[in-house]
């Protein structure tokens, strides 16, 4: 059962993401529980562009890996920012032209 708290952060979390106009995706927030009972926020964000490039796949997240414009940093930046706050990032190609790209950070309970 989601606390009244806990549905307005996933509101509040899910609008700011939507709000971004720079591509069209969908954005799917939960809270779920992983290994070691470890409470954890999983964010799912699909987005219907061209899709990750095969060649690029394997080194998706390390510095330098682009397949067309850009630096290539910025997937490299996301997962530090991930890790550091205790959380996995990891990406799938879709059906069709869709990628979707799922992060977890930890619920954390101030007392």
Do not use: W
């Not at 106009?21 to 927030?29: G, I, N, R, W």
């Not at 910025?74 to 790209?101: D, K, M, P």
Request: glycine residues 10%.
């Amino acid at each position: 059962m989601m606390t009244n708290i806990r549905k307005q952060r996933q509101n509040k979390f899910v609008l700011a993401l939507r709000n971004k106009d720079a591509y069209p995706h969908e954005v799917y927030l939960k809270e779920d529980v992983v290994a070691g009972g470890q409470e954890v926020a999983l964010v799912s964000i699909t987005d219907k562009g061209t899709g990750i490039d095969p060649d690029i796949f394997p080194r998706l997240f390390e510095k330098f890996a682009k397949s067309f414009k850009g630096t290539g940093l910025g997937l490299f930046i996301y997962r530090s920012i991930v890790e550091a706050h205790g959380g996995r990032i990891r990406a799938e190609n879709n059906r069709g032209t869709e990628a979707t790209f799922h992060f977890t950070l930890p619920i954390l309970h101030c007392k």
